[in-house]
């Protein structure tokens, strides 16, 4: 993983996949609920009004302030 690769959550718009690279401690709990933890493959749906992510054939909605604390490594 090269540091250009590795960006915010937020930092994706919708169509790009990504894989979780790291999640703040505030809301690794609620996102490991959600099944969703490093090394998970995602792809953004929508950014407003809120984060839609698909990780398999689930897509889950995120708050902003949730999806700014997670990095994402992009492909590439």
Request: proline share 8%; charged share 30%.
């Amino acid at each position: 993983m090269t540091p250009e690769n590795r960006v915010k959550l937020t930092d994706l718009r919708p169509g790009d996949k990504a894989r979780l690279v790291f999640m703040s401690p505030e809301v690794e709990l609620r996102l490991f609920g959600f099944g969703l933890f490093p090394g998970t493959e995602i792809q953004v749906l929508q950014r407003f009004p809120s984060y839609i992510i698909r990780c398999e054939r689930t897509e889950i909605a995120l708050e902003t302030s949730v999806a700014s604390q997670v990095e994402v490594e992009k492909p590439g």
